[in-house]
């Protein structure tokens, strides 16, 4: 009979196992922005053979397919940060942090100057911020030290 082997490492706190599942979720909505526009548009098919610029200036067609390629970028960004989280790499919880913070800012900014609001965005933001701050997650991804530690 196989004996089984030992966990080794750190266990993950409940905060990152659920700050990894808002993170899919937001990978996949990020998925969905992407072809989103294309379709709108009707142009996932013919996307290649529509013009992009006319006159210097971007067609619809190419904000369509620009407005694609940030979400598509913003979605493989999201799933290598998410790698990093998952292996509790210190980088992987500054830049979350430094991307949700500036998130923040763009979906308030959307609330109150466009009246565009994204719920998903702003609720799982915030969630996020909160798991991210506990002490116990902190302490895992190397941004607090235990009590009674010399801070140098």
Do not use: C
């Not at 996949?28 to 529509?50: D, G, N, S």
């Not at 006319?54 to 290598?80: K, P, R, W």
């Not at 701050?133 to 302490?139: G, K, L, T």
């Amino acid at each position: 009979m196989a004996k089984k082997k030992k966990k080794t490492g750190i266990k993950r706190p409940i905060a990152v196992t659920l700050t990894a599942v808002i993170i899919t979720v937001l990978f996949f909505v990020r998925i969905y922005q992407a072809i989103k526009p294309l379709v709108e548009e009707k142009t996932l098919r013919t996307a290649l053979a529509l013009p992009i610029f006319a006159d210097g200036n971007l067609t619809a067609h190419g904000m369509a397919v620009a407005e694609s390629i940030l979400f598509l970028l913003l979605a493989i960004g999201t799933m290598v940060v998410l790698i990093g989280f998952l292996h509790m790499r210190r980088w992987s919880w500054v830049f979350l942090m430094a991307w949700i913070g500036v998130s923040m800012v763009v979906d308030l900014g959307k609330y109150f100057y466009f009246g565009v609001p994204n719920y998903v965005f702003m609720i799982s933001d915030v969630i996020i911020v909160f798991a991210l701050s506990q002490a116990d997650v902190q302490r895992i991804f190397g941004i607090r030290s235990d009590t009674g530690e010399n801070i140098i």
